[in-house]
């Protein structure tokens, strides 16, 4: 049997890692093949990948993470421990572990103790709360949970606590600094006295980690990358990036999510033997001191962070000279700011178009300028498939837009054990529907022009409309709920819920925006404006047709913006 068969089909046998998810095969065999004839599966795991640039750049530093710095034989020697402490607790290859650390010390030789230790991270978002988490959890079967103790003032034991009563297959709970939670196993205890001094066998088509969707129906989706596929993605961003042993890759989005992890992101740098630096903040001021003192030379940023960075600039004392690519992606950066950043910052714009299902586009470094500031870049791969269609199915002309589907070597073919989800997703023949409307230029770059399914882009950060209009629903005095994105000039979107309340009920909005935190969702999830409304106009039949109606809301109340 080639080994196209990744883990999620077969799962290992054993207590964690047999809870059976969706039979499905992520690549055939033939294209399988051909991905490796090209060179890009190198069949290689991250546990052996982590051995690789150990004995390439032993002595470089590695990492550098408030008063840590670690060499590449220090960040091994520490993956080695915890990967140690990981088999030493009992959990089998194969297992889920979900993983919620912000940009500390412990995010990456945490990580890399996991893939060593043959275990599958989950990757969740800091600002992520006890439902989000549940549903990963028990999405993903996870039987091991990690956090940090405290976090942007966030104490995360009654979190951690919280997920563990409401999902049985989580075994263990840690935390990683200082707790009072005399119930929850320190993080650092998992170092190992025996460390693993081999990479405990994963097949490297099998799935090396679960990261979540940004998502447009209910909660996210969770989403399976091989080894073999994400190896590639970051290796060959890497290059496109113009990345190397004398550069410098700050961590400044959060660690877990796809663009700072492998576009090219600190995997990309470490594979090229680079020093990383983690940032606990994107915030200029957190920042600007970190590029300074480590002569950070590349980055990557969303929209909104990087007009904040070209705003705080002008007033700094800190040199940021040594800066030479800022990566800008996650959603659209207007031509407009694009044109500013070499003048402002002093380094070269490169455009992101990417997705934590796979496809990542990027404009490159010896682009003219007309083509970095106008477009959102090409492929990775010359053998990335893409397809843009109008409605009915068929191909648009070259240079119209149209809905845009991706097929590849590092682009998934199904989410996991979401089959209902893959149907909607992704076509027989294996392409991923991205949702997102582009155009393919005369030059081959494509320009991302809108989005066609509904989620609201805020800074980056994908929201579901259904699932806050569920969260809204779930009010006493809400009757009905429609949330819809708005253009915002720093955001780029916010989010406004339009609702309708039962006859003779009131709330004010602060008081629904409350509630809707307290729910245990992500803060940045909560509606940013509330519209009450007397009622929606329902279709023809008599039936809400809920794009339809935001589409309407929408148009009639923000058309001018
Ligand atoms: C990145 O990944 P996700 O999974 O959070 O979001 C993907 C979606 C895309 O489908 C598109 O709608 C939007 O984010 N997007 C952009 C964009 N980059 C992403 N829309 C317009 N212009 C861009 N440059 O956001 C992501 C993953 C890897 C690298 C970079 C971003």
């Given at each position: ?478 009757f009905d709920a429609a ?15 339009f609702v309708v ?32 409304t007397p009622a929606f106009a329902t279709t023809?039949?008599?039936?809400l047709d809920r794009?339809s109606l935001r589409?309407a809301l ?8």
């Amino acid at each position: 049997m080639p080994q196209t068969q990744p883990s999620l089909a077969s799962p290992p046998s054993g207590t964690d890692a047999a809870q059976a998810a969706d039979p499905v095969q992520l690549w055939p065999d033939d294209f399988a093949q051909r991905y490796r004839a090209a060179g890009y599966w190198r069949d290689v795991s991250f546990g052996d990948w982590l051995d690789e640039i150990a004995t390439r750049f032993g002595p470089n530093t590695a990492l550098v993470a408030g008063d840590t710095r670690l060499t590449y034989s220090d960040l091994r020697a520490q993956a080695q421990r915890i990967a140690g402490g990981f088999v030493a607790a009992g959990f089998e290859a194969g297992s889920r572990v979900l993983v919620q650390l912000p940009n500390s010390a412990a995010f990456l030789p945490t990580v890399l103790g996991l893939f060593y230790a043959g275990l599958v991270p989950v990757f969740a978002l800091p600002a992520h709360r006890a439902r989000e988490i549940t549903h990963l959890v028990n999405g993903s079967q996870a039987c091991a949970l990690i956090q940090p103790a405290q976090f942007e003032g966030f104490d995360y034991a009654p979190l951690a606590r919280a997920v563990q009563a409401a999902c049985p297959s989580l075994r263990a709970l840690y935390l990683d600094g200082e707790t009072q939670a005399p119930d929850i196993t320190p993080l650092a205890s998992l170092i190992a006295a025996s460390p693993c001094t081999a990479p405990r066998h994963r097949a490297p088509s099998d799935v090396a980690f679960l990261q979540i969707s940004g998502g447009t129906t209910g909660f996210p989706k969770l989403i399976p990358r091989t080894h073999n596929d994400y190896i590639y993605s970051f290796e060959a961003s890497a290059a496109i990036c113009g990345l190397g042993a004398d550069k410098t890759y700050l961590t400044a989005l959060p660690a877990a999510h796809n663009f700072p992890m492998s576009s090219p992101g600190y995997f990309g740098a470490l594979s090229v033997g680079a020093k990383v630096v983690m940032s606990p903040s994107p915030a200029p001021d957190t920042c600007f001191p970190l590029i300074a003192a480590h002569g950070v030379t590349h980055t990557g940023l969303v929209p909104p962070l990087a007009l904040l960075w070209m705003q705080a600039a002008g007033k700094t004392g800190h040199d940021l000279s040594s800066l030479e690519v800022l990566g800008v992606g996650g959603a659209k950066f207007t031509a407009e700011s694009a044109a500013r950043v070499k003048p402002v910052l002093g380094c070269t714009l490169q455009q992101v178009f990417g997705m934590a299902e796979g496809l990542v586009n990027y404009t490159r470094l010896d682009d003219p300028d007309a083509v970095i500031i106008h477009s959102q870049g090409r492929p990775i791969s010359p053998d990335d498939d893409i397809l843009i269609l109008a409605e009915d199915g068929t191909p648009v002309p070259r240079g119209t837009a149209g809905l845009l589907y991706a097929r590849g070597p590092y682009t998934i073919r199904a989410y996991h054990n979401a089959p209902e989800a893959n149907r909607r997703s992704f076509t027989p023949d294996g392409f991923y529907c991205t949702g997102d409307i582009v155009r393919l230029r005369a030059d081959g770059n494509l320009e991302v022009q809108g989005r066609a399914t509904d989620h609201i882009n805020r800074a980056g950060e994908k929201i579901s409309a259904e699932e806050v209009e569920d969260h809204l629903l779930a009010h006493p005095a809400v009757f009905d709920a429609a949330v819809v994105a708005v253009p915002d000039p720093y955001l780029g979107e916010r989010s406004c819920a339009f609702v309708v309340l039962h006859a003779g009920e009131t709330v004010t909005p602060p008081a629904l925006k409350a509630f809707v935190r307290g729910r245990g969702i992500a803060g940045f999830k909560t509606p940013d404006q509330i519209i009450f409304t007397p009622a929606f106009a329902t279709t023809a039949v008599g039936k809400l047709d809920r794009k339809s109606l935001r589409a309407a809301l929408k148009s009639e109340h923000f058309s001018k913006e």
